[in-house]
Structures are given as structure tokens and as C-alpha cells.
């Protein structure tokens, strides 16, 4: 699967989203650029981590179309959307998720084995972002002996160590202190910013909205464009 050049990176065209009867998103048009750091606001139960589901392809509308790299998704099987989130989409959530029986490396080289980059190509890449993140000397560390803070920082190596187009973060900051939560959010957007990734993340936190180049707001089923 080759990335097909579209300025529009990622397209959500009159989506619409039910549970049931339960009308989550209707009419969700969505313009994303590569490389732009979207943040996505909205109220307990608004439709956020349904909104990353649509984009990331985990979940599928109830209308509309969603197009990412120029692919339309509902015209692919799922074996090709498994192909197409595998390579180009890194998740970040916000209970880390980290395998507990692998090392922190380990853990951040495990993208790259599943893409079939070398053994020898993906340690030096989890060294870089290891660095890059601020946690050399823990690559050894299991997650259980890392700190919330520390423990998130290896899920966004390891969400970014494939390099994907596109990294989903949702409430990656949730879980953390204050000021842990900012170190994080700093480091996950310029590490984004450095790679030309784009980044989109469901967040409550009013700090990152000022480093955002969209942000769009979702309330009773309507998501608009709030001002940056
Ligand atoms: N699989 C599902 N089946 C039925 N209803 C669902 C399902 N997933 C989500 N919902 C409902 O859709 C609505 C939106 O949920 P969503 O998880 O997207 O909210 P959210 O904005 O991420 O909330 P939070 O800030 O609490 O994470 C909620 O009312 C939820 O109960
Ligand atoms: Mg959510």
C-alpha cells in the first residue's frame, strides 16, 4: 500500500455515527492537513473516542464517508484496513497499555517488528526515541517499574516508532499529575511537530488548546470548529 499524495490528509464527509437509536455524530465534515496537531473538546460521553475509533478505522459509520491518505475506508476489507492502521497510525490511550511482560524497548521495537523493519534498524530507532523522550536508561525497566509519567512516554515511543503518518492519542494526559501531564503533552507535540506527524487528541486539558492548529468541539451530536 503506497500513500497516495492528497492535501487532505484525513476527510470525514457528512459522517454520522448511531448507537441503536442513540445518535452519537451527525453531519461530521473534518478537514485535516498532514502534520497539523488537532485537539478534539467536548463534554464526558460527547463522542470523542468515537470520532478516534471512526478516523482510526476501529469503528465504522452509520452514514457518510471517511477518507485518510486517500484511501475511502469503507472500500477497503479488513484485512487492508488492518494493513493501512498498522502502518500508518499510532495509538496512544490513556491507560498506556504497555505489554507487562516486555521491557520498555521492547515494548517500543514491537510496531517496528509487525512493519518487518530489522532487528538491528529497530533497536537503534527505539534508542533515538528513547532519547528523544527523555528515558535513556530505563530501556530495561519493566512497565511495572516505571512511573505513570515515564510509562506513558514509552507508549508514545512506541506509538511514533514505526513513524506513521498519524499519531491518535485519546486522553493521553488523563491519568497523570499536572505537571506531568504538561511534560508529556510538550514532549508528545514536539516530538509530532520534529516528525511532521500529525497529531489528534481527545483531550479536557485547556493547556494544549493554544498549541493546536484546529480544535473542534463536540456537543449534542454537533461537532464545530472552535478558534485556535
Ligand atoms: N460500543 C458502544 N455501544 C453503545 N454505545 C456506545 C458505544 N461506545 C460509545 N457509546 C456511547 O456513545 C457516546 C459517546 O461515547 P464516547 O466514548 O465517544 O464519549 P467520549 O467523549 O469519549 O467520553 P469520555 O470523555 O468520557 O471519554 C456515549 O454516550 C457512549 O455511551
Ligand atoms: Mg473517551
Given at each position: 500500500?503506497?500513500?497516495?499524495?492528497?492535501?487532505?490528509?484525513?476527510?470525514?464527509?457528512?459522517?454520522?455515527?448511531?448507537?441503536?437509536?442513540?445518535?452519537?455524530?451527525?453531519?461530521?465534515?473534518?478537514?485535516?492537513?498532514?502534520?497539523?496537531?488537532?485537539?478534539i473538546?467536548?463534554?464526558?460521553?460527547?463522542g470523542k473516542s468515537t470520532l478516534l475509533n471512526?478516523?482510526?478505522?476501529?469503528?465504522?459509520?452509520?452514514?457518510?464517508?471517511?477518507?485518510?491518505?486517500?484511501?475511502?475506508?469503507?472500500?477497503?476489507?479488513?484485512?487492508?484496513?488492518?494493513?493501512?492502521?498498522?502502518?500508518?497510525?499510532?495509538?496512544?490511550?490513556?491507560?498506556?497499555?504497555?505489554?507487562?511482560?516486555?521491557?520498555?524497548?521492547?515494548?517500543?521495537?514491537?510496531?517496528?517488528?509487525?512493519?518487518?523493519?530489522?532487528?538491528?534498524?529497530?533497536?537503534?530507532?527505539?534508542?533515538?526515541?528513547?532519547?528523544?523522550?527523555?528515558?535513556?536508561?530505563?530501556?530495561?525497566?519493566?512497565?511495572?517499574?516505571?512511573?505513570?509519567?515515564?510509562?506513558?512516554?514509552?507508549?508514545?515511543?512506541?506509538?511514533?516508532?514505526?513513524?506513521?503518518?498519524?499519531?491518535?492519542?485519546d486522553e493521553?494526559?488523563?491519568?497523570?499529575?499536572?505537571?506531568?501531564?504538561?511534560?508529556?503533552?510538550?514532549?508528545?507535540?514536539?516530538?509530532?511537530?520534529?516528525?511532521?506527524?500529525?497529531?489528534?487528541?481527545a483531550?479536557?486539558?485547556?493547556?494544549?488548546?493554544?498549541?493546536?492548529?484546529?480544535?473542534?468541539?463536540?456537543?449534542?451530536?454537533?461537532?464545530?470548529?472552535?478558534?485556535?
Amino acid at each position: 500500500m503506497d500513500v497516495q499524495p492528497n492535501n487532505q490528509q484525513i476527510q470525514l464527509i457528512k459522517v454520522e455515527k448511531a448507537y441503536g437509536k442513540h445518535n452519537v455524530l451527525s453531519n461530521c465534515n473534518v478537514n485535516i492537513k498532514r502534520g497539523e496537531f488537532v485537539v478534539i473538546v467536548g463534554r464526558s460521553g460527547s463522542g470523542k473516542s468515537t470520532l478516534l475509533n471512526l478516523i482510526g478505522g476501529l469503528d465504522k459509520p452509520t452514514l457518510g464517508e471517511i477518507n485518510i491518505l486517500g484511501y475511502s475506508l469503507h472500500t477497503l476489507n479488513e484485512e487492508k484496513l488492518s494493513n493501512l492502521r498498522r502502518k500508518y497510525f499510532g495509538f496512544v490511550f490513556q491507560f498506556f497499555n504497555l505489554i507487562p511482560t516486555l521491557t520498555a524497548l521492547e515494548n517500543i521495537r514491537l510496531p517496528m517488528s509487525l512493519n518487518g523493519i530489522s532487528k538491528k534498524d529497530s533497536i537503534n530507532g527505539a534508542k533515538l526515541l528513547l532519547k528523544e523522550l527523555r528515558l535513556s536508561g530505563l530501556e530495561n525497566h519493566f512497565p511495572d517499574e516505571l512511573s505513570g509519567g515515564e510509562q506513558q512516554r514509552v507508549a508514545i515511543a512506541r506509538a511514533l516508532s514505526h513513524r506513521p503518518e498519524i499519531i491518535l492519542a485519546d486522553e493521553p494526559t488523563g491519568n497523570l499529575d499536572l505537571e506531568t501531564a504538561n511534560e508529556v503533552l510538550d514532549l508528545l507535540n514536539t516530538t509530532c511537530r520534529r516528525r511532521g506527524t500529525t497529531l489528534i487528541m481527545a483531550t479536557h486539558s485547556k493547556e494544549v488548546m493554544g498549541l493546536a492548529d484546529q480544535i473542534f468541539s463536540i456537543r449534542d451530536s454537533e461537532i464545530k470548529k472552535a478558534s485556535t
